[in-house]
């Protein structure tokens, strides 16, 4: 079968920040294929879809490569191995409703809210609930409140259709979260996140919560040499841009000087 190539925009450095100014040449059949072979879920690579899905509650338009709507979690990891074995990115999304365009992407879109939407246990004792991603706020905080009477902290205004991913994605709040600055763990909802299990691009399966004070100074370690080899970076700039610089400071125009017309 001919295979479909399409051009995916990407970053030359993706470790830094930048616009893409290059591009990886990715096989969307094959792509597809590899997607519906491997999970459960629904894979849609047909064009209604994807426009469906090109934006959401931002002004931002981005054609995505696909859709799948993963069924568990074994279905996200066999996803986001298939993505990886075609160098194709991934985006998960929720309820579509950020505004700066969080949720479109020339990427495989992982859309949660179809069937990963449960709430799996609420422990009242410990004032936890675990749900999956696609999980509306609403409809936790609606049953918490009405068996146990708990909430959830952070309420942005998308709260009846916005999910929990969503505002682990964006870190949300909302009007009244401030009040758990005083009666909770705080406004945010990252301060109410007790732990995630995460699946990387790269295939490593984790689940992350509260560091202890050793394992932040870890941390503190590894970003410590990621600064490092960014100001070396930084500094090979400047070896570079030096030579130049009289010559550039020559013809620019110095800060609020009137300039007229040659």
Same mark, same amino acid.
Do not use: W
């Given at each position: 079968?001919?295979?479909?190539?399409?051009? *995916?925009?990407?970053?030359?450095?993706? =470790?830094?920040?930048?616009?893409? *100014?290059?591009? #990886?040449?990715?096989? $969307?059949?094959?792509?597809?294929?590899? +997607?519906?072979?491997? !999970?459960?879920?629904?894979?849609?690579?047909?064009?209604?879809?994807?426009?469906?899905?090109?934006?959401?509650?931002?002004?931002?338009? &981005?054609?995505? !490569?696909?859709?799948?709507?993963?069924?568990?979690?074994?279905?996200?990891?066999?996803? *986001?191995?298939?993505?990886?074995?075609?160098?194709?990115?991934? +985006?998960?999304?929720? /309820?579509?409703?950020?505004?700066?365009?969080?949720?479109?992407?020339?990427?495989?879109?992982?859309?949660?809210?179809?069937? %990963?939407?449960?709430?799996? =246990? !609420?422990?009242?004792?410990?004032?936890?609930?675990?749900? &999956?991603?696609?999980? !509306? +706020?609403?409809?936790?905080?609606?049953?918490? #409140?009405?068996?146990? /009477?708990?909430?959830?902290?952070?309420?942005?205004?998308?709260?009846?259709?916005?999910? +929990?991913?969503? %505002?682990?994605?964006?870190?949300?709040?909302?009007?009244?979260?401030? &009040?758990?600055?005083?009666?909770?763990?705080?406004?945010?909802?990252?301060?109410?996140?007790?732990?995630?299990?995460? *699946?990387?691009?790269?295939?490593?399966?984790?689940?992350?919560? =509260?560091?202890? =004070? #050793?394992?932040?100074?870890?941390?503190?370690?590894? $970003?410590?040499?990621?600064?490092?080899?960014?100001?070396?970076?930084? $500094?090979?700039?400047?070896? $570079?841009?030096?030579?130049?610089?009289?010559?550039?400071?020559?013809?620019?125009?110095?800060?609020?000087?009137? &300039?007229?017309?040659?």
């Amino acid at each position: 079968m001919a295979r479909e190539l399409i051009d *995916v925009p990407a970053k030359t450095r993706p =470790e830094t920040r930048m616009r893409p *100014v290059g591009a #990886e040449t990715v096989d $969307r059949r094959s792509l597809r294929r590899a +997607l519906e072979s491997s !999970i459960a879920g629904e894979v849609r690579f047909d064009a209604g879809t994807r426009a469906l899905y090109t934006t959401g509650g931002s002004n931002y338009r &981005q054609v995505p !490569i696909g859709v799948v709507l993963p069924r568990s979690a074994d279905d996200v990891v066999a996803a *986001v191995a298939a993505a990886r074995e075609h160098g194709a990115p991934i +985006l998960s999304r929720g /309820g579509g409703t950020s505004l700066a365009g969080q949720c479109c992407n020339v990427a495989v879109i992982l859309d949660f809210s179809k069937y %990963m939407h449960s709430i799996v =246990e !609420i422990d009242p004792q410990r004032k936890l609930a675990r749900v &999956q991603p696609g999980l !509306i +706020l609403d409809q936790l905080r609606k049953t918490a #409140e009405a068996e146990h /009477g708990l909430t959830f902290g952070p309420d942005p205004s998308t709260h009846d259709h916005c999910t +929990l991913g969503g %505002m682990i994605g964006n870190n949300s709040c909302g009007v009244h979260s401030v &009040q758990t600055q005083h009666y909770g763990r705080g406004p945010t909802t990252a301060h109410n996140v007790h732990e995630l299990d995460v *699946v990387l691009y790269d295939g490593t399966q984790l689940t992350v919560g =509260e560091t202890s =004070e #050793e394992a932040d100074v870890e941390i503190g370690e590894v $970003r410590a040499l990621v600064v490092l080899a960014h100001e070396s970076d930084v $500094r090979d700039v400047q070896k $570079r841009r030096d030579p130049h610089a009289c010559a550039v400071d020559d013809e620019l125009p110095q800060a609020g000087q009137r &300039q007229r017309p040659r």
